[in-house]
């Protein structure tokens, strides 16, 4: 009935504001005219006749082949998220945020070369820097992110990528963005950004000098906990002639259906991050006067120790929250049982309020002497905050604390 030549988009101009771009870019209508975008739920493509197979194969003539490279439905989304990051020339979209973390290293290194990263990191990113790489060969080097002059330090010969999280899961411990861009270009080194607790509202690593962004849009982007997904954003060469190779013959693909769902989510997700921010720095405020709480680390507020860079590269102190209970794990333990509205999980970018325990959860796989000289102690809480009423929340809190 209808062909995929037939879809047309409209053409949104460059100089929209962020929410038009989020709700309008990508959405691409068939003849039948439908107002939310439809979903290809396909593998594979046909093709009119040989000869259209061959040029598209070879890459003479424009569309579609299988859907582990590509498909409507995930290139909409991928357009979308190039929209939604400023600098970003191109992006590819993938299962999870830890395939594209994967993803965006290894499709470029070989034995002998080195990488530096800090010490905090979420642990399946530890796993990869700190077991994966070594395995196959390749240095690496953590530093304390913040601490500009062990980067200097850091840089060798053979240092060809560099991979930070900030803020860091679960810590919220910051890299200055631009201080260390800059010394990546000085080494000719790759700098990849794990942006997934700021997200592409409140921090631009692109604009701040990194090569490569990674999301998870398990998280705030989808923002409902209902799938799982990737997404890496770089230059077309980058994505086009590094990335794209890599991805295609691994087959990382995200789900059409799972890229749908993140494609619609996308549409209120500056509303969402908005009020989920104004959550959290609310409930920051009401834990940094608690008596049970002996520290809370959240960037925008005076007591993180990175204030000072957060001030510089981000425009809010983002979703999450992180602080320390007196009293340790038997503590933190009771605490959490006690809550009554916020969940505990692992996950967090939801609109529910989860709670989690790093050090016997998401971060167990990381040794105890490790653990403590990087702040994720037994009496370490990481909370996203989600979209209730924030006094709910907070009296939440207040009773579990008691
Ligand atoms: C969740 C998370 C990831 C992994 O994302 P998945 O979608 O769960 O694979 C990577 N880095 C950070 C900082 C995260 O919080």
Redesign the pocket.
Known sequence: MYKMTDYKGKKISNKTALQTKLVRVGSNRSNYGETSEAIFMNSGFCYDDAAVAESRFNGSAPGYVYSRYTNPTLRALEERLIALEEGAEEACVMA??????FASIMCDIKPGDHIISTKV??G??HYIINTILPRIGVEVTLVDGHDLTQWKKAFKKNTTQVFV?SP??PTLLLVDIAEVAKLCKKHKARFIV?N??AGPVIQKPIKLGADVV?Y????HMDGHGRT???AVLSTEKFIKETLLPFHRHTGPALSPFNAWVILKALESYGLRIERHCENAVKIAKFLEGHKNIEKVMYPTLKGHPHYNIAKKQMSNGGPLVAFYVKGGKKKAFSFLNKLQIVDISN???DAKSLITHPATTTHSNIDVKTRETIGLTDGLLRLSVGLEDVNDLINDLANALK
Do not use: P, R, Y
């Open positions: 999870s945020g830890m395939a594209a973390v990191l979420f399946s990113c999280e860091a899961n794990d997934i607790f990674v998870s849009t398990t998280k799982l997904g990737g996950n967090l970018g």
